[in-house]
T-cell receptor, first 116, second 111 residues
Framework: EAGVAQSPRYKIIEKRQSVAFWCNPI?????LYWYQQILGQGPKLLIQ????????DSQLPKDRFSAERLKGVDSTLKIQPAKLEDSAVYLC??????????????FGPGTRLTVL | GNSVTQMEGPVTLSEEAFLTINCTYTATGYPSLFWYVQYPGEGLQLLLKATKADDKGSNKGFEATYRKETTSFHLEKGSVQVSDSAVYFCALNSGNTPLVFGKGTRLSVIA
């Protein structure tokens, strides 16, 4: 079974530029998450999708970050314009939408963003 | 809200030493508890999990027991190997909610 795919793996941009990250979840996984992991910290949720609808985007800095999952499969996260403090690893995860019990989240390899 | 506190690293051990990484949590209701591992240059991988009080999760020689009375989920391994060098994250969630992670503990095992 293919895992969660993300691209690019690495990106270096200057502040005020724009950048986009792509994620393709595991086939059949209805729930998709974007996390931000700043160096030395644990991942923190940016946004959660259930199919193509947003479940939780309370931690997403909406003045500069946007995300979409138009067909309920792959997703794009965009930053425009980027700031120095956006330097981090952006992780995508997916899980099945099963009733009851814990829903294991499977993580992609992440995109390491450096803003200069 | 939910939160996870885990011991600060880095932790440096000799091969075959005993490992404990402490993790305590604050949560409403009955969360599920997880340990994730991040090897150098790789993504997060689930190491083990426990879904209810007194459950023991285990994998690759690692164990952790869900202790509701002490709100803890400490990670242990009896004999670490160089290949266990990684960053370990304690995390929790409830159902389909996002994971809440601790800050991570870096483990270095030297031969």
């Amino acid at each position: 079974e293919a895992g969660v795919a993300q691209s690019p793996r690495y990106k270096i941009i200057e502040k005020r530029q724009s950048v986009a990250f792509w994620c393709n979840p595991i086939s059949g996984h209805a729930t998709l998450y974007w996390y931000q992991q700043i160096l030395g910290q644990g991942p923190k949720l940016l946004i959660q999708f259930q199919n193509n609808g947003v479940v939780d985007d309370s931690q997403l800095p909406k003045d500069r970050f946007s995300a979409e999952r138009l067909k309920g499969v792959d997703s794009t996260l965009k930053i425009q314009p980027a700031k120095l403090e956006d330097s981090a690893v952006y992780l995508c995860a997916s899980s099945l939408n099963l009733a009851g019990g814990p829903r294991e989240q499977f993580f992609g390899p992440g995109t390491r963003l450096t803003v200069l | 809200g939910n939160s996870v506190t885990q011991m600060e690293g880095p932790v440096t051990l000799s091969e075959e030493a005993f490992l404990t990484i402490n993790c305590t949590y604050t949560a409403t209701g009955y969360p599920s508890l997880f340990w994730y591992v991040q090897y150098p240059g790789e993504g997060l991988q689930l190491l083990l999990k426990a879904t209810k009080a007194d459950d023991k999760g285990s994998n690759k020689g690692f164990e952790a027991t869900y202790r509701k009375e002490t709100t803890s989920f400490h990670l242990e391994k009896g004999s670490v190997q160089v290949s266990d060098s990684a960053v370990y994250f304690c995390a929790l969630n409830s159902g389909n909610t996002p994971l809440v992670f601790g800050k991570g503990t870096r483990l270095s095992v030297i031969a």
